[in-house]
C-alpha cells in the first residue's frame, strides 16, 4: 500500500489505471459475478459463514467486498444483521447494490473506499469480514489493524484467503522460468514468493498481534483444473485473481516472457492430462478483545 498524504494507505491495486486488479469495470465485474464466485470464491466464502457466531442485531462491515458475495449468506446466518460492503470498484458496488435489492429480509448498504483507515466509525460493527483480501504480510497486519479498530469488544473477525503451499504447482513453473533465465538465486523474489502467503499458524499470530483472542483457524484443500494452458490464462479465476496477485508477489523482472513459459510448459507437462492447481483454503477468526 501506499501513503497518503493524511496518514491513510491506499489499499493495494488502487494507483489509478484501467489494469488495476480491485477496479473491476462493468465487464469484468459481470464475469467475476457469474464465474469466479461459484467456482473459486465460493470455497472461501462457505468455509466463512460455516465459522460465523451468530448474534441478534449484528452489524457486519464487509471490506473488500467487490461485488457483495458471501454476504446473502452472511445476512441468512445472521437475520436482521446490517451489511455494509466496501470496495475500490464502483462496477462491482453497483453489482452488489443490484444484487442486495433483490432480497428483500436483506439490509445492506455498500460505499466506494480505498484507503485504510478507512472513514467508517470505531467499535460499531459486531461483525467483519473479508473474502480473498489482495494483500501482502505487510498489508494484512493493516487490514486485522483496521479489523480490530472497526469492531466492538468480543467483535468476531472471519477473514478467508488462500494459504502457504497454493497455487504451488504454478510457483514451481515460474522457479523454472528464472532459473533459465539467471533469476533463481535464494535471495530473489521469485524464491522467497511462495512463502508470502501464510502458514495457518502464521496467520494466528498476525491476528493476535492485532488485539484479537480466541483465535482459530480452519483449512480445507481444493483443487482447480484446467484443460490447457490457453485454457487456464482464459478463465476468469486465473485472469481477474490468481494471475495478477501471483505476478504481483512474484515481482517478476520479465512478466510476459515468464507467463508465456508458463502457458507452454502446461502445455507440454500435461498434454495428456489436466493441469491441477492446489488451493489452500483457510479462515482466520478471532475476538476482539475488550
Same mark, same amino acid.
Given at each position: 500500500m501506499t501513503a497518503d498524504p493524511g496518514g491513510r494507505r491506499r489499499l493495494p491495486g488502487t494507483r489509478g489505471g484501467s489494469r488495476d486488479p480491485l477496479r473491476l469495470g462493468p465487464a469484468e465485474a459481470a464475469i467475476f459475478e457469474t464465474f469466479v464466485?461459484?467456482?473459486?470464491?465460493?470455497?472461501?466464502? @462457505?468455509?466463512?459463514?460455516?465459522?460465523?457466531? @451468530?448474534? @441478534?442485531?449484528?452489524?457486519?462491515?464487509?471490506?473488500?467486498?467487490? =461485488?457483495?458475495?458471501?454476504?446473502?449468506?452472511?445476512?441468512?446466518?445472521?437475520?436482521?444483521?446490517?451489511?455494509?460492503? =466496501?470496495?475500490?470498484?464502483?462496477?462491482?458496488?453497483?453489482?452488489?447494490?443490484?444484487k442486495a435489492a433483490t432480497m428483500p429480509n436483506m439490509v445492506a448498504e455498500y460505499r466506494l473506499l480505498d484507503a485504510f483507515p478507512t472513514p467508517l466509525p470505531a467499535s460499531a460493527f459486531s461483525h467483519g469480514v473479508a473474502v480473498h483480501p489482495f494483500v501482502n504480510e505487510e498489508e494484512r497486519a493493516w487490514l486485522f489493524g483496521e479489523f480490530a479498530r472497526l469492531l466492538a469488544p468480543h467483535g468476531q473477525v472471519l477473514v478467508a484467503m488462500p494459504l502457504r503451499g497454493s497455487f504451488q504447482e504454478l510457483a514451481d513453473l515460474l522457479h523454472e522460468f528464472a532459473l533459465k533465465n539467471g533469476e533463481g538465486e535464494a535471495e530473489s523474489p521469485v524464491e522467497r514468493a511462495p512463502e508470502v502467503r501464510p502458514t495457518a499458524e502464521g496467520l494466528s499470530v498476525e491476528l493476535e498481534d492485532a488485539g484479537f483472542e480466541f483465535v482459530d483457524v480452519a483449512t480445507r484443500t481444493t483443487v482447480l483444473r484446467f484443460r490447457s494452458g490457453r485454457d487456464f490464462f482464459e478463465d476468469p479465476v486465473a485472469r481477474l485473481l490468481i494471475v495478477p496477485e501471483v505476478k504481483r508477489h512474484h515481482r517478476l523482472e520479465d512478466p510476459e516472457g515468464a507467463l508465456s513459459y508458463v502457458q507452454d510448459a502446461i502445455d507440454k507437462y500435461w498434454s495428456e492430462s =489436466?493441469? @491441477?492447481?492446489?488451493?489452500?483454503?483457510?479462515?482466520? =477468526?478471532?475476538?476482539?478483545s475488550t
Open positions: 464466485v461459484p467456482r473459486y470464491l465460493s470455497h472461501f466464502g @462457505e468455509l466463512l459463514i460455516e465459522m460465523i457466531v @451468530e448474534s @441478534e442485531q449484528a452489524r457486519v462491515v464487509h471490506l473488500y467486498c467487490r =461485488t457483495g458475495y458471501p454476504d446473502r449468506g452472511v445476512s441468512l446466518k445472521l437475520e436482521g444483521a446490517h451489511i455494509l460492503g =466496501t470496495d475500490a470498484s464502483p462496477a462491482a458496488l453497483q453489482l452488489a447494490r443490484a =489436466t493441469f @491441477e492447481l492446489t488451493v489452500n483454503v483457510g479462515c482466520v =477468526t478471532g475476538r476482539r
